[in-house]
């Protein structure tokens, strides 16, 4: 937005609201005789009201857009890379512009779902221009890709994962010569697809700007974490960023990012803490999303994987920059950080990585992760990604083999597969897994799995409650427990019509209640507490609870009780008060909606609730 001669932004709070407005607000002043600027919003001429529209529509629609880009990048070689092997698949002499280009990964489709996580940090991508001696561009080739631990699916404006291809609209001109390069430092040689487009430099092309790229790790505490620094004049275009907390705090999140620029000592940009930074807030309670400029690739408790690209708002240095992210409030957590850093600058330099040996690219095991990682699985079913949820079951089975967390991965891993491929795909594999751990929890969930498969009418009933609780089906009790870590889940035989719920729950415990039920049937699946749709902040209608114990409880038709309209809201995990689960095998259950909320002070007064509900099964 830009302005000729002052902006002034007021925020209002509402009356009622908390006393709190955050803001979070990048501006750039520049003198007069730099630049003339036509204040916001300026009258924009038919012609460039419709490249306005036709560019709305490519990134809205950026998944069709990004195949269409892939579509028209030809072919150009594959190259197979031996351990320890390093090979150009890019070299011109001659001035031009590497535009477009993308990478495929052909890796023996024998190699377990670990080795493919690591691959991504082993093989590596370097690029000089201009013949310099120094690569420009020295990074892990996932982490280049947002891509550091895992593959993802995702569309953004400059780079991309989709359909298995790597893709890459960063524009990279030379005046002289590109030199671009892989490294395979896995100990099993890879095959590399390849495709691009170049073109030639345009004869009036005003003095380059080349492109740079530096990776950067630390698992320092009580320092700032540098992400990338240079000399020189140019413009900073991007960042990718990895933060994982391994002290079982969020205070990670809460890190600023300090951007100092031409010398100076103190920043002329400093923010409010990592998730404003990429756009986002409340330690992104929204869950994973991703933009054409922005985007939270990986969220699990105190592990997120972000990105956040400069286009309009490009970061402009005149002597060169340094890029810190805070280690958490204060430099005050421990775990991990690592990040990639985009810039454009007037001469090729060198990136600044300094790789060490391969095996040190991985940041160290934590005691939160086994059960922390359940809250990202959550993540990548809500928004459908389930192949990627089982290839990341299948490499936590690995990491964690000889624990009591490696079995449950392992099967829960054969459930994605059951949904994505069938019952048939995994029936063996189930009965094999129910006899090798015969008489233990893992047997038990791989027992239930297959029950569920034998007759139309047997369905799966899940709870998970953070207080003491009697639940009723049809009259009759089901489950009283008082846990809130562990999934209960229980075999029910369901015949089609209507079937009454009746709940009583008393909040137990000092953080927010809790309830979760769902049902899993030949009918489809019951999302009876919340939606899985992460925009639905509202409990399924239907609900009617009461303060008051009905005389033939749990019998719930007693007129002289008077019933509400639950003010239950959807509610997702993780959250700062829940985020370490006991791995299962029961997939799509626990990224649904709790209730957490039934009237106004209930949580406090530790009132017994009772709560009805019919549903209707086809």
């Not at 020189?232 to 002290?247: H, M, P, Q, R, V």
């Not at 090729?348 to 991985?362: D, L, M, N, Q, W």
């Amino acid at each position: 937005m830009p302005f000729r001669k002052s902006l002034r932004i007021v925020l209002a709070v509402p009356p009622g609201e908390p006393p709190r407005a955050y803001y979070h607000i990048n501006y750039e002043t520049f003198a007069a005789r730099d630049v003339q600027v036509v204040s916001f919003p300026p009258v924009f001429s038919d012609q460039q009201q419709a490249k306005i529209r036709a560019i709305a529509g490519a990134w809205e629609n950026m998944r069709e857009e990004t195949k269409k880009v892939l579509s028209d990048i030809p072919f150009r070689h594959d190259i197979t890379l031996a351990p320890g092997e390093e090979k150009s698949w890019f070299q011109q002499d001659a001035p031009g512009v590497l535009k477009t280009w993308w990478l495929e990964i052909k890796a023996d489709e024998s190699l377990s779902a670990l080795a493919r996580a690591k691959l991504l940090r082993q093989l590596s991508l370097s690029m000089y221009w201009d013949g310099n001696s120094t690569a420009s561009v020295n990074v892990p080739l996932g982490d280049f890709f947002f891509n550091a631990f895992r593959a993802r699916e995702f569309e953004s404006l400059p780079v991309a994962y989709l359909e298995g291809k790597y893709l890459c609209r960063f524009p990279m001109p030379f005046q002289k010569s590109a030199l671009c390069k892989l490294k395979n430092e896995a100990p099993y040689p890879v095959s590399i697809r390849c495709g691009y487009t170049a073109e030639p430099l345009a004869v009036n092309t005003a003095p380059l700007n080349y492109f740079h790229a530096a990776w950067n790790q630390t698992s320092r505490d009580g320092f700032s974490f540098l992400t990338a620094s240079a000399k020189g004049k140019g413009y900073l275009a991007g960042c990718y960023l990895i933060s994982i907390g391994a002290d079982g705090s969020w205070n990670m999140l809460e890190g600023d990012e300090s951007i100092y620029r031409d010398g100076e000592a103190i920043p002329s940009m400093h923010g409010t803490g990592l998730e404003d930074y990429f756009n986002a807030g409340w330690y992104y309670a929204r869950g994973l999303f991703t933009r054409p400029l922005h985007g939270l690739i990986e969220k699990a408790a105190m592990r997120t994987a972000q990105y956040r690209v400069f286009l309009t708002d490009k970061i402009d240095f005149n002597e060169g920059f340094r890029f810190n992210f805070e280690f958490g409030d204060g430099n005050r957590s421990q775990g991990y950080m690592s990040g990639i850093t985009y810039w454009y600058m007037s001469t090729p330099s060198s990136s600044g990585t300094i790789f060490g040996p391969v095996e040190k690219r991985f940041p160290a095991q934590d005691r939160f992760e086994a059960g922390a990682t359940m809250c990202g699985l959550f993540e990548l079913e809500r928004i459908g990604h389930l192949e990627e949820a089982m290839q990341w079951c299948g490499e936590m089975a690995e990491r964690y083999s000889g624990t009591q967390a490696g079995p449950f991965y392992r099967l829960r891993a054969l459930a994605y597969q059951e949904t994505l491929k069938g019952y048939d795909s995994v029936s063996n594999a189930y009965y094999q897994f129910a006899e090798k751990y015969k008489g233990t929890p893992y047997s038990e969930e791989a027992e239930k799995l297959i029950w569920f498969q034998q007759a139309d009418t047997n369905a799966l009933l899940s709870m998970q409650m953070n207080g003491r609780y009697n639940f009723y089906l049809d009259g009759k009790l089901l489950s009283a427990a008082d846990s809130s870590d562990y999934l209960a889940v229980l075999k029910v035989p369901l015949s089609s019509g209507k079937h009454e719920i009746a709940l009583d729950f008393t909040s137990t415990r000092p953080e927010e209640p809790k309830m979760l039920i769902y049902l899993r049937t030949h009918r489809g699946d019951f999302e009876i507490t919340g939606s899985t749709d992460p925009k639905d902040e509202h409990a399924p209608s239907g609900w009617m609870c009461s303060k008051e114990r009905p005389a033939n409880w749990p019998d719930p038709n007693d007129p002289n009780v008077t019933w509400l309209d639950s003010v239950a809201t959807g509610f997702h995990l993780p959250h700062m008060s829940q985020w370490l689960f006991i791995p299962n095998a029961f997939i799509n259950v626990q990224s649904s909606g709790y209730i957490t909320r039934l009237w106004e002070n209930w949580h406090t007064s530790r009132q017994t609730a009772y709560m009805k509900l019919t549903i209707d099964l086809p």
